[in-house]
């Protein structure tokens, strides 16, 4: 995978302001390497946060990623109520759209 010019394999730059203050704060965060290989050899947290970034994407019509492939990955790594809770939003999406490859279209 390649670098950022930065020499990390990724930087994310957050700007934020507290809801009543007038002053943005920013802050920098790197990652100096890819947190795996592969989505194989992913730890549970980073295969959970995959699923909730594929079930955004098809939400709002950017990919086909299958939903029931999306639901697996999800249900495998809901370790608490709230993870648990996603896989339950999932299952209301197929159900709604039935089995169409996308939930937007």
Same mark, same amino acid.
């Given at each position: 995978?390649?670098?950022?010019? =930065?020499?990390?394999? +990724?930087?994310?730059? &957050?700007?934020?302001? #507290? /809801?009543?203050?007038? %002053? $943005?704060?920013?802050?920098?965060?790197?990652?100096? #390497? @890819? /947190? *795996?290989?592969?989505?194989?050899?992913? =730890? =549970?947290?980073?295969?959970?946060?995959?699923?909730?970034? *594929?079930?955004?994407?098809?939400?709002?019509?950017? %990919?086909?990623?299958? +939903?029931?492939? %999306? !639901? @697996? +990955?999800?249900?495998?790594? *809901?370790?608490?109520?709230?993870?648990?809770? &996603?896989?339950?939003?999932?299952?209301? $999406?197929?159900?709604? !759209?039935?089995?169409? *490859?996308?939930? #937007?279209?």
């Amino acid at each position: 995978m390649a670098r950022c010019a =930065s020499g990390f394999w +990724l930087r994310t730059l &957050l700007r934020h302001k #507290a /809801p009543d203050g007038d %002053t $943005a704060t920013e802050a920098a965060f790197a990652m100096p #390497a @890819a /947190p *795996a290989a592969d989505l194989v050899h992913a =730890s =549970s947290d980073l295969e959970f946060a995959f699923a909730v970034a *594929a079930f955004a994407d098809v939400m709002r019509g950017a %990919t086909t990623w299958p +939903l029931e492939d %999306t !639901r @697996a +990955l999800a249900d495998a790594n *809901a370790t608490n109520n709230d993870r648990k809770e &996603l896989v339950g939003l999932i299952d209301r $999406a197929m159900k709604l !759209r039935g089995n169409a *490859a996308t939930v #937007a279209q």
